[in-house]
């Protein structure tokens, strides 16, 4: 999260130390090679690597620097280990940005025909509301338009407002920051500026 934070950052125009990001690169480099933390003591083990090593592969792929045999062998190995979608999709864009669309397309087609079943925790701080939300400002900010994609976005809105409706409407973290991305993807998507307030 902190390595696409970083080149997030950078590519709105903060200044980032490159050397920082460059030894967020190379963990990130090695931890995909490797197969990244064992996760040990999580029922979801398997789940969570793979989740780990497509995230990896996204961030380093949005700078060129995924190995694409790696990626590649991820998709073609390891991709039943996923329980959610979310690491299908961006392994999906991942192989896509390193130049292999025939996987990168049916990673992504598998990952939005994939209902959710997620369990009540999985140990990554996700929700299905995270979950969908970032799946959706992820294809909205790399141009794509997926069949069933504006489905998607309206069951979310249909959730969003029976939260709304309830007296207790608390969002995570991760939801918020998936929410804003989407928000922010949208609002962009329709040619306007985006604007917001942090209020501590």
Same mark, same amino acid.
């Given at each position: 999260?902190?390595?696409?934070f ?5 590519d709105a125009? !903060?200044?980032? $130390? ?15 090679l490797?197969?990244? $933390?064992? !996760? ?26 995924? $190995?694409?045999g790696? &990626?590649?062998?991820l ?27 025939g ?18 925790w &999985?140990?990554?701080y ?11 400002a ?10 069933g994609?504006?489905?998607?976005l309206?069951?979310?809105?249909r959730?969003?407002?029976?939260r ?6 608390w ?8 929410l ?13 500026? !985006? ?6």
């Amino acid at each position: 999260y902190i390595a696409e934070f970083l080149l997030r950052a950078r590519d709105a125009g !903060f200044v980032v $130390p490159e050397a920082l990001l460059q030894k967020t690169r190379e963990r990130l480099s090695e931890d995909l090679l490797t197969g990244g $933390p064992p !996760f040990y003591g999580y029922a979801q083990s398997a789940h969570l690597g793979f989740a780990y090593q497509a995230h990896a592969g996204y961030v380093l792929a949005r700078v060129n620097r995924a $190995p694409l045999g790696t &990626l590649r062998a991820l998709y073609d190995n390891e991709r039943a280990r996923a329980v959610t979608a979310l690491p299908l999709l961006q392994l999906g864009l991942a192989l896509v940005l390193q130049g292999d669309a025939g996987r990168g397309d049916r990673a992504i087609a598998e990952a939005l025909a994939r209902k959710d079943n997620r369990p009540g925790w &999985l140990g990554d701080y996700g929700s299905a509301v995270r979950d969908a939300a970032l799946m959706l400002a992820l294809l909205r900010e790399h141009g794509r338009r997926e069949p069933g994609q504006e489905q998607r976005l309206l069951a979310l809105s249909r959730e969003l407002q029976a939260r709304a409706a309830e007296s207790y409407a608390w969002y995570s973290t991760q939801e918020q920051i998936a929410l804003a991305r989407l928000g922010r993807a949208l609002a962009l998507d329709a040619d306007r500026t !985006f604007g917001g307030r942090l209020l501590a």
